[in-house]
């Protein structure tokens, strides 16, 4: 059974093409492989899996001669792609093509001939988005930054104003459709002479014929050009995250708005920090004298370093939190937090000299001082017997 398209993206049939793009866009950043990074083998599959399912039905609803084939047939790839397609006679092999062909001649004049392409070809609709990647430091994305972006997009062509033609003179009313885009059209069929309207083979669709081409664009209405724009990127910002710049895609279609920029954020990492959330992590070394007798330490942020006071008889493992020193919050005025893991550095390389005096030292220490995990230990031990 083929797959339904809309229950992929979760939109109604009847949803516009920008409500569609919107469901899209939404799970596309859902399950987008960047965001299943750190999770386990089995999840990235999965995500993978469902990314690329919601791609390929966003390929279909967002292509109007794909559209309008899975919408009448139940497969994108129209009566003869193997889904829900009217093919009585059960695929295109043997003798009955011409049957088939004959079956879809009736079935298409019942529903009235013809695509939606053929319908909307003069129907204004929006331009294609662009996606683009852009590469932050770690301190951009926390602090946010104004990024100029020069990329190359597809603009009404200046010189036609989009017409395709090199003048007014030069675009003339079709003669085989009179400008309507469709056509009638008698064919002799099993069950007698149908009437079917299709769209004009002779202008497209478009009820116009261009007898000039326009110079710059070959008749295209379109060409290609280079652009710069300043981007205010927001504190916060995380790897993977999506930022759209709206209508600055390629430009519509038959005077419908320019589609929309897309920025995907590529964070380089921290030489210290790993960020989690809006928290920063990161592990500090402490010497063995410091955890024993205690310290006042300075440990760096995102701005200006900052003194933590170590407690005599740190343990190894000691997290520490340093509030309001983290990274922004996208959608509110607030930070998150920096949260220190202490590692004890045990000294190496010592001389026979402070060897000896150090073993002299902790025997005595440990015949006199408190160890509480130690003891802990042993009775757990004991309990063992």
Do not use: W
């Given at each position: ?15 516009s ?57 139940g ?47 003069n129907v ?29 997009r597809?603009e ?9 033609a ?14 309507r ?18 769209v ?16 710059d664009?070959?008749g ?22 999506m ?47 410091q ?28 997290l ?14 607030a ?45 757990k ?5």
């Amino acid at each position: 059974m083929a797959k339904n398209y809309y229950e992929i993206l979760g939109v109604d049939k009847n949803a516009s093409a920008d409500e569609i793009k919107s469901a899209y866009r939404r799970l596309a950043k859902k399950y987008h492989p960047d965001v299943y990074a750190t999770a386990s083998e089995e999840e990235k599959k999965k995500a993978e899996a469902k990314f690329k399912e919601i791609q390929y039905a966003y390929d279909v609803l967002s292509d109007p001669q794909k559209k309008a084939a899975f919408d009448q047939y139940g497969s994108e790839d129209g009566p003869m792609g193997g889904g829900a397609g009217f093919n009585p006679f059960g695929g295109s092999g043997g003798g009955f093509g011409g049957f088939s062909d004959i079956f879809s001649d009736i079935f298409s004049a019942f529903s009235g001939g013809g695509t939606s392409s053929g319908r909307s070809a003069n129907v204004a609709r929006q331009g294609d988005d662009i996606e683009i990647e852009m590469v932050l430091t770690f301190k951009e994305a926390c602090f946010g930054v104004k990024k100029e972006v020069v990329y190359s997009r597809i603009e009404k062509c200046p010189t036609c104003n989009g017409t395709g033609a090199r003048d007014a003179s030069s675009v003339k009313v079709c003669t085989k459709c009179g400008g309507r885009g469709r056509v009638v059209v008698q064919q002799r069929t099993m069950l007698g002479v149908m009437q079917t309207e299709r769209v004009c083979d002779m202008c497209g669709g478009t009820g116009k014929i261009i007898m000039e081409s326009c110079p710059d664009c070959k008749g295209k209405g379109r060409v290609r050009k280079q652009r710069k724009v300043t981007i205010n990127i927001p504190a916060g910002v995380d790897n993977g995250q999506m930022l759209t710049q709206q209508y600055e895609g390629n430009a519509g279609y038959n005077g419908g708005p320019n589609g929309n920029m897309i920025l995907v954020f590529r964070v380089k990492p921290h030489p210290l920090f790993t960020r989690r959330g809006n928290d920063l992590l990161f592990d500090m070394p402490i010497t063995l004298s410091q955890a024993v007798f205690g310290a006042t330490v300075e440990i760096p942020t995102l701005d200006k370093p900052v003194n933590i006071e170590i407690p005599a008889g740190t343990k190894n493992g000691t997290l520490f939190k340093v509030k309001g020193k983290g990274v922004k919050d996208l959608r509110r005025n607030a930070y998150g937090d920096i949260l220190i893991t202490v590692k004890i550095d045990v000294p190496k390389n010592l001389s026979l000299k402070q060897r000896r005096e150090m073993r002299e030292y902790f025997e005595e220490l440990d015949r006199t001082a408190q160890y509480d995990e130690v003891e802990k230990y042993k009775k757990k031990l004991k309990s063992l017997d």
